[in-house]
């Protein structure tokens, strides 16, 4: 007998581990010159020193106080001055990190800093000490590596940093970002932002000449792009077109963050401003501490920014109006280059059962339940139901975390229940969604002509 199908409706929902983060989109590292992405619990840290022994570690401090907690060697880099680690990624369950001098992508432990027998080399190592990893952007699957002697970019497996694939830029890739359809990537001398396909890495447009490109952030519409021009450029992502610019301090700009409201963005100026994203005013700015600002990450209540050598410690800021907490960590013996970190509390903060609208209205919804409860309307006539849920809202084949295509409470009568105008469904354990992501969910009923 044929079956037709109506589609009831679809949302947006978000899980992350802590009820501390109202907003995460964690595969966009946004804004990461010097990457900085901030965890409940703990802050990763790398950078250089110009000294005869480099200080080359990736570093582990706790957020709330930024004290230390652990460090481990990255390379020993004796002799070879300014080298070290330029550029760090976090995950749910490891670190990543690379630079200059052994020119070599590394992966380490979250929990206790040991490296994996992993590794990958962006450049073979010769006399040029500053060929190396320069940036570094992930997805679920990859680790994207851009960098200096006209390498382009280079993607690996994040599982064991085997080579996949890469593309070219034109010259140095400074820094690159990601959204979950595209890969956008500035540098110097091209001093461009391109914009290619995750999918397979082919080219898709380029920005105008924008100076030297050395932070970038994305949002759902925007990136803002800044660099050598003293200035913050805001493109549309849909063709990378200039639609504002903020005002020019006068001095690089090594970084940029992001919230929902507002961008944060300092370098050699010394200083960190935060603007309006929507028309680039400055709202607040931080004390100038004579030091080139080469890290900021935020949460929802502070901003962190790294100092280069001069200072070479990490301060803890309000974010309402970007005035210090008191709080900085130990001189990291050079220059703070990246800091990364993450959300990592290890369970839901609620535990029970958590109920889920399959409707416009839910969109934006948190989930702390790795398997939270569904509810639609109820159907009439209907034999069976089709739930999906995708990490893009298109659906492709390939984003399906979730596709159950057989939905009754005869196949599901443990998880299944409905009245006379809802379903409910409990998302089987088997199917448990991965922490620190976005979703999309849609259902659609089976039923007889």
């Not at 020193?49 to 907690?69: E, F, G, I, R």
């Not at 209540?301 to 130990?330: D, P, R």
Request: charged share 15%; net charge neutral.
């Amino acid at each position: 007998m044929k079956k037709n199908i109506k589609i009831i409706s679809m949302s947006l929902i978000f899980l992350i581990s802590s009820i501390s983060i109202s907003f995460l989109f964690i595969n966009v590292k946004a804004g990461k010159e010097y990457p900085t992405d901030i965890s409940s619990t703990y802050i990763y840290a790398g950078g250089y020193s110009d000294l005869a022994t480099p200080v080359c570690n990736v570093t582990q401090y706790w957020q709330t106080n930024l004290t230390l907690k652990n460090q481990v060697v990255y390379a020993n880099l004796a002799g070879q001055n300014g080298t070290g680690i330029l550029d760090m990624l976090e995950d749910n369950n490891y670190i990543y990190a690379g630079g200059h001098g052994i020119n070599t992508l590394r992966k380490y432990y979250k929990s206790n800093l040991t490296a994996l027998p992993y590794e990958a080399v962006y450049r073979t190592i010769d006399g040029d000490l500053y060929t190396g990893i320069r940036s570094l952007a992930q997805d679920n699957t990859y680790v994207y590596v851009g960098g200096f002697h006209n390498l382009g970019i280079k993607r690996y497996w994040k599982s064991n940093l085997t080579y996949k694939d890469g593309a070219a830029y034109g010259d140095k890739v400074y820094v690159m970002d990601i959204d979950s359809t595209y890969l956008y990537a500035g540098g110097k001398d091209t001093n461009r932002v391109y914009k290619y396909l995750l999918s397979d890495l082919s080219y898709v447009t380029q920005s105008a000449l924008l100076g030297n490109v050395y932070a970038l952030a994305v949002d759902d519409t925007y990136i803002y792009a800044a660099g050598g021009s003293g200035l913050v450029e805001k493109l549309l992502k849909s063709d990378l077109t200039n639609v504002l610019a903020s005002t020019n301090h006068g001095a690089t700009i090594w970084m940029i963050a992001q919230d929902d409201t507002y961008i944060y963005y300092g370098g050699e100026g010394n200083i960190v401003y935060q603007c309006w994203k929507s028309n680039l005013t400055e709202k607040a700015s931080t004390v100038n501490y004579g030091a080139t600002v080469y890290g900021i990450e935020e949460d929802n209540t502070y901003l962190y920014v790294a100092y280069q050598s001069a200072v070479g410690k990490i301060y803890k800021f309000w974010k309402s109006n970007l005035t210090t907490t008191s709080i900085e960590s130990a001189s990291y013996g050079g220059s703070f280059i990246t800091i990364a970190s993450l959300n990592e509390t290890s369970s839901p903060t609620s535990n029970g059962p958590q109920f889920l609208s399959i409707s416009s209205s839910s969109n934006g919804t948190i989930l702390y339940n790795a398997t939270p409860t569904f509810n639609w309307t109820i159907v009439s006539n209907t034999s069976r139901y089709q739930l999906q849920i995708s990490t893009t809202s298109s659906f492709a084949d390939t984003d399906l975390v979730v596709n159950l295509t057989n939905v009754s409470e005869i196949n599901f009568a443990s998880y299944y229940d409905e009245n006379s105008t809802r379903v409910s469904f409990t998302l089987p354990t088997i199917n448990s969604l991965s922490s620190y992501n976005r979703y999309y969910c849609r259902v659609r009923a089976f039923y007889r002509s």
